[in-house]
């Protein structure tokens, strides 16, 4: 069974930094991607950033580029989201997420989420 553990979430003040990681464990073979969404209170969940492993192509939401980095951890199924010059506007409960070769969806797997509060 797949399971994406994530990690690193934190209280911080505007301007500080936050690393995320999300590491997947089970049949993990046919992923062809990983990333992040967030969702805020009252608010829709929203896409932060993917990571292609073929091609390790990254993208990223138009709220975050510049400030967020997507990376594959190096020899592992996982990925990690560094986060600097976060704005309190980041706070929300940031989710990892993994897609399937083939599966017919762009998402097939989620985390538990791991909760992010910047104070201003």
């Known amino acids: 069974q797949v399971q994406l553990a994530e990690a690193g979430g934190g209280w911080v003040q505007a301007g500080d930094s936050l690393r995320l990681s999300c590491a997947a464990s089970g049949p993990t073979r046919n992923f062809y991607q990983m990333g992040w969404f967030r969702q805020a209170p009252g608010k829709e969940r929203e896409f932060v950033s993917s990571?292609?492993?073929?091609?390790?192509?990254?993208t990223y939401g138009n709220s975050v580029q510049g400030r967020f980095t997507i990376s594959r951890d190096s020899g592992r199924i996982a990925v990690i989201l560094q986060m600097n010059n976060l704005k309190p506007e980041d706070t929300a409960t940031y989710y990892c997420?993994?897609?399937?070769?083939?599966?017919?969806?762009?998402?097939?797997?989620w985390g538990q989420g791991t909760q992010v509060i910047v104070s201003p």
């Open positions: 990571f292609t492993f073929s091609g390790r192509v990254s």
């Open positions: 997420a993994a897609g399937v070769r083939g599966s017919g969806k762009e998402w097939d797997y």
